[in-house]
């Protein structure tokens, strides 16, 4: 039996996603609650990893098991055993043939951003922050050379494990709410840092220090060493990857609608 299920979490108590030697991290949390419901070993596989500090909001994990429990049970059973910064969101029975990684269509991802002279306190950790005022036209135009199919090494970690620089940015909107900037994005599949760097360079040019067109260059460059610092990973959210609606599972994680600049 194969099983899907959907995974919140607040990543600042953690190493990221992927499991380490220090059990800190949001997967080894996971599989242990998994165990102890299960009495069994459980290894998980999820749909995108992500780094220390960056929150999910639809992470999807599969795993396979010989127990026969009700969906609903795969909720209330891990949640009474997890630390109160993850939960599963919701449970289903999937096909063999499902892969949660290779299934997906695309994956998405959102930045919250504060705009404001005095750094935040209450939502420390849940947004980025920047004291300079931005400009939405100008960054608007430096994301839309980013917009496509590229080599994105300019914007790639240089611990990156993936095979091809080659990504396929379909989506980077950028939106005001208040005192709050909030940049979504979707690609078929991201490299390491890829939008925390990308970050880093719209804000450059958000508050002026350098122009829209010199994103194009930073793009064409293929060099990290031209694009800007990598910016905070706080702010940063994984809302999930999208799969053809075949398999039968959430679309739209249910903790998006409290993020700033929901629709």
């Not at 979490?9 to 996603?17: C, H, S």
């Not at 289903?92 to 299934?103: D, N, T």
């Not at 702010?235 to 609606?245: D, E, I, K, Q, S």
Request: hydrophobic share 40%; net charge positive.
């Amino acid at each position: 039996m194969r099983l899907a299920l959907g995974i919140s979490y607040n990543g600042l108590a953690y190493q990221g996603w992927q499991s380490q030697p220090s059990g800190q991290t949001v997967q080894d949390k996971l599989e242990k609650a998994l165990g102890e419901f299960s009495a069994q070993h459980v290894s998980t596989l999820c749909a995108g990893r992500t780094d220390a500090g960056v929150h999910g909001l639809m992470q999807v994990v599969h795993f396979d098991t010989s127990l026969d429990r009700a969906e609903a049970s795969w909720v209330r059973g891990p949640n009474a055993l997890l630390p109160h910064d993850i939960a599963v969101q919701w449970a289903r029975s999937v096909p063999a043939k499902f892969h949660c990684r290779a299934s997906a269509l695309s994956r998405r991802y959102a930045y919250i951003l504060l705009d404001s002279p005095v750094r935040p306190s209450i939502d420390t950790g849940r947004v980025g922050w920047v004291y300079k005022p931005l400009d939405l036209q100008r960054m608007q135009q430096a994301a839309g050379y980013l917009l496509g199919e590229h080599d994105f090494t300019s914007f790639r970690a240089s611990a990156c494990q993936a095979l091809s620089p080659v990504k396929n940015l379909m989506r980077l909107d950028i939106t005001r709410w208040g005192v709050y900037w909030r940049f979504e994005f979707e690609a078929n599949a991201f490299l390491h840092h890829m939008i925390r760097n990308i970050m880093g360079c719209l804000i450059m040019v958000g508050d002026g220090r350098r122009s829209p067109e010199w994103v194009r260059g930073v793009l064409a460059a293929c060099d990290r060493d031209a694009a800007a610092p990598t910016f905070s990973p706080h702010g940063l959210y994984f809302l999930g990857p999208r799969y053809a609606p075949i398999w039968g599972l959430p679309d739209h994680p249910s903790l998006l609608d409290g993020l700033p600049g929901a629709a």
